[in-house]
């Protein structure tokens, strides 16, 4: 048996995986993934063993080209990850924010993320739960690793996660759609058009396309932990220890920077506006141009943000587990305990504010001119409790492909060599539909030189395709 181990991993943190290729008999074995993880494997067979080895000599000058080098497995150690540290406090009110339901995981969960049909949490353990905006639970995942974040883009839904990877689940299984990966802990991410803006504790930017391909990074001067990251057409907006900016979309050239009060520990954007929860117990608002606006204080460091349209109400959580309202010109309409812990992330959704705790809870909020006006008037509710029903299937990534003959309507994607790289692209001479000659956004550890894969559909997603419904390989 023949074993051959590379690993790519450079100074500033974009790159940190590793690749092996073994050969036994006329079998092909690789293993892929993050430096210090177990990864991934796949096999193939070979009808003589001469032509296993000619295809992983093939492979390991592929990647040698790319800058990979022989190295000694366990050298190298896996990227550390951070946790916010949390110092929770005795919350100082005793009156309870307008709950409707709670929904309660088994660790303390970052990632949110709601619009008008789900509402979807993530916690450390790397569960991951869709439920309706009533509270039933329609879907459940489990990853790999702690979740930090979880972003949409239109139709699709991606959790970043402590082990670098970023999981498609829009899906029936998820898979690996970005590799962010860095040497320094991934804190927060946002995607939009495409591209996926990562914040990581060095306080540096780093800005990916769709192929996952690290397009730019803006590293951190004497700044650190960049916990908000927000992306819109016209840039990348962070926020870390030293203030909030925005970098030009397509460079990541700096066009401005406004010191904050304390450092940033969350961001959200509303229209032309950005909101800074900041260390120094509060929200400081800023227009997309760099102009300072309004302050909305707090009685303790501000652990998430969100606002109504236009910032009608602001929304505040701090590290004493209460939740505040503010009007748009600053004034508090009031100050509630959450009952469930500290809120480290929300999102508002339909006069409704969803909340995830440092006790993993998924708490929706009725935030509507009445039901706010009804808490300033001390009016209470009784929350209902979620429980997550037996006929909900947990489920895991994909690490192998069923193979399928292609069906009627469904459509061929084809592997080709562009520049050393792998390239996913719709297959003129197999499909009956016509299709513009755009790269397909593919999961980058299951391309296969020379391997055709079969889809149900491919989505317009603006310079590229999308992949809707399950992917299998194509029997050749």
Request: proline share 3%; net charge negative.
């Amino acid at each position: 048996m023949s074993k051959t181990y590379l690993e790519l991993s450079d100074e500033v943190g974009s790159e940190h995986k590793f690749y092996e290729v073994s050969v036994e008999d006329s079998v092909l074995t690789l293993r892929f993934g993050r430096i210090g993880t177990p990864g991934q494997t796949s096999t193939k067979g070979f009808a003589t063993p001469e032509q296993a080895q000619a295809e992983a000599t093939k492979k390991i000058k592929e990647k040698l080209r790319k800058g990979y080098q022989e190295a000694v497995p366990g050298v190298r150690q896996k990227r550390t990850v951070i946790r916010r540290e949390i110092t929770e406090t005795a919350s100082t009110t005793t009156s309870a924010a307008p709950v409707v339901w709670k929904f309660q995981t088994a660790s303390a969960a970052f990632g949110i993320f709601a619009d008008d049909h789900s509402v979807w949490v993530g916690n450390d353990a790397g569960e991951v739960y869709a439920l309706s905006p009533d509270g039933e639970v329609q879907r459940s995942f489990k990853l790999p690793d702690g979740v930090k974040c979880l972003v949409s883009d239109q139709h699709r839904t991606f959790a970043g996660c402590d082990d670098g990877n970023v999981y498609d689940l829009s899906g029936k299984l998820p898979f690996v759609a970005y590799e962010a990966d860095s040497q320094h802990s991934i804190l927060w991410m946002d995607l939009q058009g495409g591209m996926l803006g990562v914040g990581d504790s060095q306080g540096s930017i780093h800005a990916f396309n769709a192929e996952s391909e690290q397009q730019w990074a803006q590293i951190g001067q004497n700044a650190h932990m960049a916990w908000m990251v927000r992306v819109d057409p016209a840039g990348v907006y962070y926020g870390h220890s030293g203030g909030v900016g925005q970098l030009d979309r397509e460079s990541g050239f700096p066009l401005w920077h406004h010191k904050t009060s304390g450092s940033v520990l969350f961001g959200w954007q509303e229209g032309g506006d950005l909101y800074a929860g900041t260390s120094s117990n509060q929200i400081q608002r800023f227009t997309k141009s760099g102009q300072a606006v309004q302050n909305y204080r707090c009685d303790a460091a501000v652990f998430s943000c969100a606002t109504s349209p236009d910032g009608e109400f602001v929304f505040a959580g701090d590290s004493s587990s209460a939740v505040y309202c503010f009007s748009k010109a600053g004034e508090r309409l009031w100050k509630l305990g959450t009952k469930y812990g500290a809120a480290l992330s929300m999102q508002y959704s339909n006069e409704r504010l969803y909340l995830v705790t440092s006790r993993g809870s998924l708490a929706a909020l009725d935030v509507s001119a009445q039901a706010i006006e009804n808490a300033r008037q001390g009016v209470q509710i009784t929350p209902r409790d979620i429980k997550m029903a037996a006929t909900v299937q947990t489920q895991a990534p994909v690490t192998a492909l069923a193979t399928t003959a292609q069906a009627a309507g469904q459509v061929v994607l084809r592997v080709v060599q562009e520049g050393g790289k792998l390239r996913v692209r719709p297959d003129p001479a197999r499909n009956t539909q016509t299709f513009q000659d755009w790269n397909v956004q593919f999961p980058r550890t299951l391309r296969q030189s020379g391997v055709s894969y079969v889809v149900d559909q491919l989505e317009d997603a603006g310079g590229f395709y999308r992949v809707v419904g399950e992917i299998r390989r194509l029997e050749e």
